[in-house]
């Protein structure tokens, strides 16, 4: 997965322990699906998240602050299942 915060990670395993790290700071954090494309082996998903910072995230230090943000992922698919992400 191509973070685009932080550098990537390559495999299952890296990509869970970057994503447990992600889910302590923010434990609450939901996401809302607003748009899904695809063509070909590419799936592009729009979404809003909100979530808390309640741990630490990339050298800043948890505040309790809430926090909603938009964003974009595009999904390479191989064989059924997500081959790379961006």
């Known amino acids: 997965h ?3 915060v932080g550098g990537d990670t390559v495999g299952h ?3 869970i322990e970057r994503l447990e790290l992600f ?3 923010f434990p609450d954090i939901a996401f809302e699906v607003t748009m899904l494309v695809a063509e070909g082996d590419l799936v592009v ?6 979530a808390t ?3 630490d995230w990339l050298g800043i230090p948890a ?3 809430a926090v909603e943000y938009t964003g974009m992922n ?3 698919i191989a064989c059924g299942t997500i081959a ?3």
Do not use: D
């Open 13 to 15: 395993e890296p990509f």
């Open 63 to 65: 505040a309790g602050t």
């Open 84 to 86: 790379e992400s961006w």
């Open 23 to 25: 889910l302590t700071a």
């Open 74 to 76: 595009v999904f390479r």
């Open 45 to 50: 998903s729009r979404w809003t998240a909100t």
């Open 53 to 55: 910072q309640q741990g």
């Open 2 to 4: 191509h973070w685009g």
